[in-house]
């Protein structure tokens, strides 16, 4: 996915993260033993509370329904995990017959079988326990549809709906059993929406149960990852943030995959409101434009930890609806937010160090720069693993002013931690070959002033090198002459 707020790739691969342990000890769906099988279990599937549905005669058409077409963060994501440990990949697969348990402690597909019929029987014991199941006989209309909708989207489990006990808000929520789809409503939902409406609400939540299908069923071993390492006790924020944008992404993918079904995005959205609100009539496209409205004001973030906010999933809707070639680019600073270095999720951190490589390559980009000294040190960044068949091979052609035009607007979204960080970097580099003298310092500047790092890299400087002021503001002041005169005098 290609946004201001993505990161470009550089030719070298990308260091693996490193990955908190799994469990000590797990069933053979990838739970941890402690995590029973309940409502949202493994996806974050909590309350869902917004979906799609029928189209109205004014609604432009929207992309044709593709059955399991993903989200680019989550083929992202995926592609991440399954590269950065396959041992740990394997271990959470959900398939019987693969090492989904640690290697002394593998079972056999009768065993797996057995597990897995343990787990579906506790969900459905519990959904009896906590939720009223209509009756097929006296509820025909709703199960009706349903069903419509199930076959409109290529899904072939039976459908049992509930509705929960002791629950007042408008909820609706999936309770993932592998084979069956368990709907579960809460509060007075279906007094308050309407049938095309209700669709939507199904729709979505069959959704959660397609995102887990797909792919042979690679999100839903992603989704057990994530919560294994939040739960792991080393866990540390990049791995919270990661599940949390897992989530959000993956409730966004829901409201569109119902829209795709239905045809239409207004049922969707008005059934997002309602829940909302608890009003039982709205305006569709009146939210829609004040959604519009309320991003046109300036960056905004969601601050939602399972569920994006109702104004930025009608904005996604909309701009997927009108325009589905950049809606994922304009949803992506809104799901993610600015790249901070305190809220980095694990894809950003692979984003910041191919990032980091880029920046390294493009300032080392003379031939005078390239000392021994300073191809070592650049080498930290480059080969940071230390592998003998990586070589750094530095570029010295020049560089397109569309080059530095990318790099800046990357920049331009860093908050100022991560700016700083970027002038620490060409703070060793500028100290690291004393036979270069001030050819270095000017050559930062130079960078600096193309990507508007230079007011903090000045600051940096002067705190932590203690130059004279003068001197510093000659460098500064004849940067290009020193430069020019360094590539004369240095040998390539």
Same mark, same amino acid.
């Given at each position: 996915?290609?946004?201001?707020?993505?990161?470009?790739?550089?030719?070298?691969?990308?260091?693996?993260?490193?990955?908190?342990?799994?469990?000590?000890?797990?069933?053979?769906?990838?739970?941890?033993?402690?995590?029973?099988?309940?409502?949202? /279990?493994?996806?974050?599937?909590?309350?869902?509370?917004?979906?799609?549905?029928?189209?109205?005669?004014?609604?432009?058409?929207?992309?044709?329904?593709?059955?399991?077409?993903?989200?680019?963060?989550?083929? %992202?994501?995926?592609?991440?995990?399954? @590269?950065? +440990?396959?041992?740990?990949?394997?271990?959470?697969?959900?398939?019987?017959?693969? %090492?989904?348990?640690?290697?002394?402690?593998?079972?056999?597909?009768?065993?797996?079988?057995?597990?897995?019929?343990?787990?579906?029987?506790?969900?459905?014991?519990?959904?009896?326990?906590?939720? *009223?199941?209509?009756?097929?006989?006296?509820?025909?209309?709703? *199960?009706?549809?349903?069903?419509?909708?199930?076959?409109?989207?290529?899904?072939?489990? $039976?459908?049992? !709906? *509930? /509705?929960?006990?002791?629950?007042?808000?408008?909820?609706?929520?999936?309770?993932?059993?592998?084979?069956?789809?368990?709907?579960?409503?809460?509060?007075?939902?279906?007094?308050?929406?309407?049938?095309?409406?209700?669709?939507?609400?199904?729709?979505?939540?069959?959704?959660?149960?397609?995102?887990?299908?797909?792919?042979?069923?690679? #999100?839903?071993?992603?989704?057990?990852? #994530?919560?294994?390492?939040?739960?792991?006790?080393?866990?540390?924020?990049?791995?919270?943030?990661?599940?949390?944008?897992?989530? #959000?992404?993956?409730?966004? *993918?829901?409201?569109?995959?119902? $829209?795709?079904?239905?045809?239409?995005?207004?049922?969707?959205?008005?059934?997002?409101?309602?829940?909302?609100?608890?009003?039982?009539?709205?305006?569709? +496209?009146?939210?829609? =434009?004040?959604?519009?409205?309320?991003? $046109?004001?300036?960056?905004?973030? @969601?601050?939602?930890?399972?569920?994006?906010?109702?104004?930025?999933?009608?904005? %996604?809707?909309?701009?997927?609806?009108?325009?589905? +070639?950049?809606?994922?680019? $304009?949803?992506?600073?809104?799901?993610?937010?600015?790249?901070?270095?305190?809220?980095?999720?694990?894809?950003?951190?692979? /984003?910041?160090?191919?990032?980091?490589?880029?920046?390294?390559?493009?300032?080392?980009?003379?031939?005078?720069?390239?000392?021994?000294?300073?191809?070592?040190?650049?080498?930290?960044?480059?080969?940071?693993?230390?592998?003998?068949?990586?070589?750094? =091979?530095?570029?010295?052609?020049?560089?397109?002013?569309?080059?530095?035009?990318?790099? =800046?607007?990357?920049?331009?979204?860093? +908050?100022?931690? !991560?700016?700083?960080?970027?002038?620490?970097?060409? !703070?060793?580099?500028?100290?690291?070959?004393?036979?270069?003298?001030?050819?270095?310092?000017? %050559?930062?500047?130079?960078?600096?002033?193309? #990507?508007?790092?230079?007011?903090?890299?000045?600051?940096?400087?002067?705190?932590?090198? =203690?130059?004279?002021?003068?001197?510093?503001?000659?460098?500064?002041?004849?940067?290009?002459?020193?430069?020019?005169?360094?590539?004369?005098?240095?040998?390539?």
């Amino acid at each position: 996915m290609t946004s201001e707020n993505s990161l470009p790739d550089p030719e070298p691969p990308d260091p693996p993260l490193p990955t908190p342990r799994a469990p000590e000890s797990s069933d053979q769906e990838g739970r941890t033993t402690e995590d029973p099988p309940s409502v949202a /279990q493994a996806t974050g599937d909590q309350a869902s509370d917004d979906a799609p549905s029928e189209t109205s005669v004014s609604e432009p058409p929207l992309p044709e329904p593709v059955l399991g077409e993903l989200l680019p963060w989550h083929l %992202a994501l995926r592609d991440h995990l399954r @590269s950065a +440990d396959q041992s740990v990949w394997e271990w959470f697969a959900p398939q019987p017959g693969t %090492a989904a348990a640690p290697p002394n402690d593998r079972a056999d597909d009768e065993t797996t079988a057995s597990e897995r019929g343990r787990a579906a029987v506790n969900a459905r014991r519990e959904l009896l326990k906590t939720a *009223y199941r209509l009756d097929r006989d006296s509820e025909a209309d709703v *199960y009706q549809l349903a069903e419509r909708l199930r076959d409109q989207m290529g899904l072939s489990p $039976a459908v049992t !709906l *509930y /509705q929960a006990q002791n629950v007042h808000d408008l909820t609706a929520c999936l309770v993932w059993v592998p084979g069956e789809l368990h709907v579960v409503f809460g509060g007075p939902l279906r007094d308050v929406l309407t049938e095309q409406e209700v669709g939507a609400v199904l729709c979505h939540e069959f959704a959660h149960y397609e995102l887990f299908e797909v792919e042979d069923g690679d #999100l839903l071993r992603v989704d057990r990852m #994530l919560s294994a390492m939040a739960a792991d006790c080393a866990a540390d924020s990049p791995h919270h943030r990661t599940l949390r944008t897992f989530r #959000l992404w993956s409730e966004l *993918y829901c409201d569109r995959r119902a $829209a795709q079904v239905l045809g239409g995005i207004n049922d969707c959205v008005s059934a997002l409101v309602k829940v909302e609100t608890g009003l039982k009539d709205v305006n569709p +496209d009146a939210y829609c =434009k004040q959604a519009q409205e309320l991003v $046109a004001t300036g960056p905004l973030t @969601s601050e939602g930890l399972t569920h994006p906010e109702t104004f930025l999933r009608a904005f %996604a809707l909309d701009r997927w609806a009108s325009d589905p +070639d950049s809606a994922n680019e $304009a949803i992506v600073p809104l799901v993610e937010g600015p790249l901070a270095l305190k809220t980095l999720d694990m894809l950003q951190q692979v /984003q910041l160090v191919r990032f980091t490589q880029q920046f390294v390559r493009s300032f080392l980009n003379d031939s005078w720069l390239q000392s021994r000294l300073m191809v070592h040190h650049a080498q930290r960044f480059l080969n940071p693993e230390g592998k003998q068949d990586q070589s750094v =091979k530095l570029s010295t052609e020049s560089l397109a002013d569309t080059h530095w035009q990318t790099m =800046k607007r990357q920049i331009d979204r860093f +908050d100022a931690d !991560l700016r700083r960080y970027l002038c620490f970097i060409l !703070l060793d580099f500028i100290t690291c070959d004393a036979d270069l003298e001030e050819g270095p310092l000017a %050559a930062a500047f130079l960078m600096c002033e193309q #990507l508007g790092l230079t007011a903090e890299f000045r600051e940096l400087v002067r705190k932590e090198l =203690k130059p004279g002021k003068r001197a510093l503001q000659s460098v500064e002041a004849n940067a290009e002459k020193i430069v020019r005169n360094m590539a004369d005098e240095v040998p390539a």
